[in-house]
Each structure stands twice: as C-alpha cells, then as structure tokens.
C-alpha cells in the first residue's frame, strides 16, 4: 500500500492566486514528520516546509503552509500568491520515526505545478 | 548556491563498473542524507549519517555502500552496476538530522551503458 499518495499528476494555477497540493499519508507509528520539497525544471531539491505529527500548529514558511489534518491523514500544502517561479514539480515526503531510534523516509511520486501568467 | 556541494556532476559508466559520489555538507551541518530519484523509482531515500554513524537506512541496495568520514564529507559507492542504477543523485545536510531544513547539493546525474 502507498504511504503517500499525490493523487494529483499536475495541476495549473493562474499567477497571484492560492493553490493547494494535496497529500495523504498512512502510518501506525504515533511519532513522524512530513515534508514538501520542491523541484524546479532545473533539476535542484529545495526543502519547502516541514510538520511534526506533535505539532499543534499548521506550519508556515512565507508563502508554503501545510494544511495539517491529523485525523484525515493529510498533509496538503497551499501556496498562496502563487508566482512564475513556483512551476516546478513538488514532492511530500513522510518520515517515520521507528522505535529503534532511526527514521525511515517516504517520498510520493510529484505534482507537477504550472503557474500561467 | 545551498552550500552543499556534489561531484562529479556527471559520471558515464558501464555496467558491471564501481562508482564514488562525493558529497560535502554546509559548514556546521553533521548530518548528511543521500537519495536517489530514477525514472523507474521516482525519488528515494537511501541512507542517512550523522556525526560520522549511520542515522537512518532506506532502500539502499546491498550494492551500495556509504560513509561519513571525520571531516563530515560523504561517500556513496555504487557497485557492479546495472543500467537501472542511471539515476540522479542528491545529497543533502542538515544541522544536526531531525527537524530541520535540509539544504541539497545540485546532484549527480549517474548514466550507467
């Protein structure tokens, strides 16, 4: 079974405008992370913005929040403003933290944002 | 610029041959994650290190191998190489491999003929 799921391939967004890419996680372990990374067509990784399964507020980083829903296991991260430069593939990525004090990382297979002007 | 720096940039290999991917993190950073991203895999993590010992360990395949050595730079070597190894390969630090933001090196593009 997948343990992250980007259900969407791609998606468009017209410039200026709020745009939410979504992600679902599964897992049994109480304590882990999740991430968003991006990936401009130039081929660099950029780490975006992190949650912890403890955290009580939705992380946010300038424009990137992620819109943390526990109970539904999901893990969407909004860009708000949206921008030329935001065109890039995107990436959630989950980390279980395993009982033998090591983690174990997850990435889903990307959505691929387009931002028109 | 992240500050992570990798080499080579490129590498063209044949099967069957060993490869070494050099990575060398941020200044201060102790942590150093490698991942490989494939056409076939998408993107995957293969092994973490802090301080110079194995973090954390993810689909890296008996083939492969990695160090930390003392001055923090990091080694994967990748060996009997197989086309399916043509991938590209990041390397990331972080200040100390929990939380934190991750800062990734421009990569590896790996070709194996």
């Known amino acids: 079974a997948q343990k992250i799921t980007q259900t969407q391939p791609g998606m468009f967004v017209q410039e200026k405008e709020a745009v939410t890419l979504d992600c679902t996680y599964d897992?049994?372990?109480?304590?882990?992370?999740l991430f968003w990374y991006k990936q401009p067509s130039s081929g660099e990784m950029i780490f975006l913005i992190y949650?912890?399964?403890?955290?009580?507020q939705n992380a946010t980083e300038g424009r990137y929040s992620l819109n943390f829903q526990k109970a539904r296991k999901s893990a969407n991260l909004v860009i708000s403003a949206s921008q030329l430069g935001d065109s890039a593939m995107y990436f959630c990525?989950?980390?279980?933290?395993?009982?033998?004090?090591?983690?174990?990382?997850?990435f889903g297979t990307g959505t691929r944002l387009k931002v028109l002007a | 610029d992240s500050g992570v720096t990798q080499t080579p940039k490129h590498l063209i290999t044949a099967t069957g041959q060993r490869v070494t991917l050099r990575c060398s993190p941020r200044?201060?950073?102790?942590?150093v994650y490698w991942y490989q991203q494939s056409l076939d895999q998408g993107l995957q993590f293969l092994i973490q290190?802090?301080?110079?010992?194995?973090?954390a360990k993810g689909n890296i395949l008996e083939r492969f191998s990695a160090q930390q050595f003392p001055d923090l730079h990091s080694e994967l070597n990748l060996s009997s190489l197989e086309l399916g190894d043509s991938a590209l390969y990041f390397c990331?630090?972080?200040?100390?491999?929990?939380?934190?933001?991750?800062?990734f090196g421009p990569g590896t593009r790996l070709l194996v003929l």
């Open positions: 200044s201060g950073d102790l942590s």
């Open positions: 990331a630090s972080s200040v100390t491999g929990d939380v934190e933001t991750q800062y």
């Open positions: 990525a989950m980390r279980e933290d395993l009982t033998s004090g090591t983690y174990k990382y997850i």
């Open positions: 290190y802090y301080n110079g010992e194995e973090r």
């Open positions: 897992t049994s372990d109480p304590s882990y992370g």
């Open positions: 949650q912890g399964s403890y955290d009580q």
